[in-house]
C-alpha cells in the first residue's frame, strides 16, 4: 500500500497538485479535526465508492491511520482501485508535523 507522510501531502498541496482527500472517520470526528476532504465514513466506502475519482491521487485518512488502511484495502480488493496512498500517522501526526492547531483526540 501506497502511504504519503503529512508533511509531503502539505507541500504537494502548496505547489498546486491537484489532490482528493477523503475522510473515514465518523460525522463527530470531523468536527473536532478537520484538515479537508470528502466526508466518507468508512462504513459507508464501499457503497459510496462511486463518489471517488479514480484518476489522479486520491489520500485517504483517519485518526492514525488504521481505518483508512482498512478501507485501502477493501476499495482495492473488492472495486479495483490503483490510485489510493494512505495518509501515514492521520490526522494525530498532521497535528505533529504540520499544523498543531489541528485537536488530537
Not at 77 to 97: A, H, K, M, P
Request: aromatic share 4%; proline share 3%; with cysteine.
Amino acid at each position: 500500500m501506497r502511504e504519503i507522510t503529512p508533511l509531503e501531502l502539505k507541500q504537494r498541496q502548496q505547489a498546486g497538485e491537484r489532490i482528493t482527500m477523503i475522510d473515514v472517520r465518523e460525522a463527530f470526528e470531523k468536527e473536532i479535526a478537520d484538515i479537508g476532504g470528502v466526508l466518507i465514513p468508512k462504513a459507508e466506502i464501499l457503497n459510496r465508492q462511486s463518489e471517488i475519482p479514480r484518476d489522479g491521487i486520491v489520500v485517504i485518512y483517519c485518526r492514525s491511520g488504521g481505518r483508512s488502511s482498512s478501507a485501502i484495502k477493501a476499495l482495492q480488493q473488492q472495486c479495483g482501485f490503483t490510485n489510493l496512498v494512505n495518509l501515514s500517522g492521520g490526522i494525530l501526526r498532521w497535528s505533529d508535523e504540520v499544523d498543531s492547531s489541528i485537536e488530537k483526540y
